[in-house]
């Protein structure tokens, strides 16, 4: 066990940062105990400490956890690359069983008409795999238990809800254990995506700036919901069906009764069915025209928008919050690391001037787990400092160059001595170069097209490639003439450092290698050359396919358009940083489908013939589910049920399901589809509006900034989605984060 009084160590030896006055008298610095040789392990403690705070500073992690070395040992160990891989794999590997328990995904269609019976698993194999991850998962829950001691432990609501999920888990694969698998209902499967929420820090905030946003939502909510009973009230009195044969069609499809007419304008409200609800009524009288129109103007034009709006207000306000309390962590980290390391100045000629060696941070730099292009790019910073002590606001600078992804030099071209080499050179690493490399790939893609639009109506057997064959020779002889006169310009390792070159590249080689299999197959192109289809795609139609994807060598061209690249670096951005959005989506997406595999498995039955459906879609009501043959779109698997929520939050046609389900299962089924639309279609979609909305004007709002800063070091670096509030975010003060480090749970502080 370690020594109890290795945590309680004063670490901290100023009441005020900063200054560099009022050392206490007595403290033990750790700059004191180099010439103290049985002092020793606590100089290397002081660094282990500024460590672990510098990393929990890049991670934007909390630093009330345990400092003795034991605890840092498992602190560093759990915050290992090999630990989160091996945490993020039984994540994912707890998710996937849906896909492969019970019922089971594993059939070619989801169409009940032509499905086989699915391979059932035998009981134990997915539960002994989902035992294997709920004991990684006790592991994780308790070495976080430790690391941030009870009194930490109690407050946090995550950790606590993390005990209870597992608790209730271990419970039901107990209880499925002792009943063989047969139990009706598994409530453990809804459980699962709290373990994915729980690891990722950006998920939490999104959940609580929805959770934060909800009642400004509610507000909209109800008056779309007045809007809608209003409307609803009012349609079925004005479609009574005693004047006139549309008014009666009207009310016998769209407003029969309460419940239809809800249903009807709210499928109305996502303009999913419009024109076919007016069209009964519109069709006798064109005044009728006007009660659908106000309505879908107040509903899905201004209602709808506005919550958008508001949405959009409350996410970027809670998010910003967010990222204030991540940016006072960053700050609160690099304080801790600052006061630890700038005792080391104590017992110099002038100590007066009190900060950081340059060469202990470094020191300290070397442990920490950082990429070697980050830290390459910390060295320099550091260096251009001097040999000077690091004072508090130099430590903390150094700290926003961990935002940035640094962007690599590329390796130096080859020198050649002839002057016709040289021109050569110049010639073909120039960006007309790449033009005229764009201009032939057009021209490429456009024959592939045209021969494509002349082929369409003519028979296989009909059909003469011979033109098509001598333009593909021609178009990659060129694309391999194009990489050897480049990697003549760049170099090799020159030519491989850009990405666009690595994609060009590869598809030269596989074009080249299937135009050579194609030759050597089918002999050279000549007049009624018809290569012969050989499985399901011959060489010859593999080539061709290729070759369409040269289309994306003209996303190189997108840098050089000003409008173009704001767009470009707004989705490459978003990309970038799904991973959170994306999470909760698969969040929601998880549990809704496991919820529709427990009510409506089974309902959707194959009609009679299961093959022949010609009489029964003869029979079947235009627009109905089994007359469009919705028919693989069911929750009899968890593969099937992703793809039918997909589809209904789509909204177009989610009237079919509704309808279809209401017939099935009975009317209460559409309280699930209507919540899966609010939750999916309306809360989650303006959500990504707002993250599309609130990135793109971060873009540009900078682009001019960044314009400004021709030549300037931020523009070597793209900057992460953590600098997106940074420019409006306040600063922390120097007694801010005092005051912080002195209630550290695990830290004391000398006065």
Known sequence: MA?????SEPLLGRARGGSGHDWPAGSAACGSVRGDPGAASRWDLCFDQATVFIEDAIQYRSINHRMDARSMWLYRL?????????????IFLILFLAFIETPSSLTSTADVRYRSPPWDPPCGLTESIEGLCLLVFVADVSVKSYLVGW???QKNLWLLAYMVVLVVSLMDWIVSLGLVCQEPLRIRRLLRPFFLMQNSSMMKKTLKCIRSSLPEMASVMLLLALHLCVFTMFGMLLFTGEKDHGQ?????IYFRNLPEALTSLLVL?????????????????RAYAIFFIVFTLIGSLFLMNLLTAIIYNQFRGYLMKSFQTSLFRRRLGARAAYEVLSKTAEGEAHPQRVGVKPQDFLQVLQKVQLDSAHKQAIVEKVCSYGDDLLSADEFQKLFNEFDKRVIKEHPPRPEYGSPFLQSAQFLFSHRYFDYLGNFIALGNLVSVSVFLVMDADVLPEDRDDFVLGILNCVFILY???ELLLKVFALGLPGYLSYSSNLFDGLLTVVLLVLEISTLAVYRFPHPGWKPEMLGLLSLWDMARLVNMLIVFRFLR???SMKLMAVVASTILDLIKNMRAFGGILVVVYYVFAIMGINLFRGVVVAPPGNGSLAPDNSSA???SFEQLEYWANNFDDFAAALITLWNVMVVNNWQVFLDAYRRYSGPWSKLYFVLWWLVSSVIWVNLFLALILEHFLHKWDRRTHLQSLAGDQETSYQMSVELLFRDVLEEPTEEELVEKLSHHPHLQLCR
Do not use: H, K
């Open 557 to 559: 061209i997108i840098p």
């Open 269 to 285: 409200l996502t303009t999913a069915n419009n024109p076919d609800v007016m069209t009964p009524a519109y069709s006798r009288n």
């Open 78 to 90: 759990y915050y290992s690359n090999t630990c989160q891989w091996i945490l993020s794999f039984t």
């Open 3 to 7: 020594d109890p009084r290795a945590e």
């Open 479 to 481: 694309y391999v003439l």
């Open 248 to 252: 009666d069609r009207e009310r016998l």
């Open 621 to 623: 009501p235009c627009g």
């Open 151 to 153: 009194a930490q432990f």
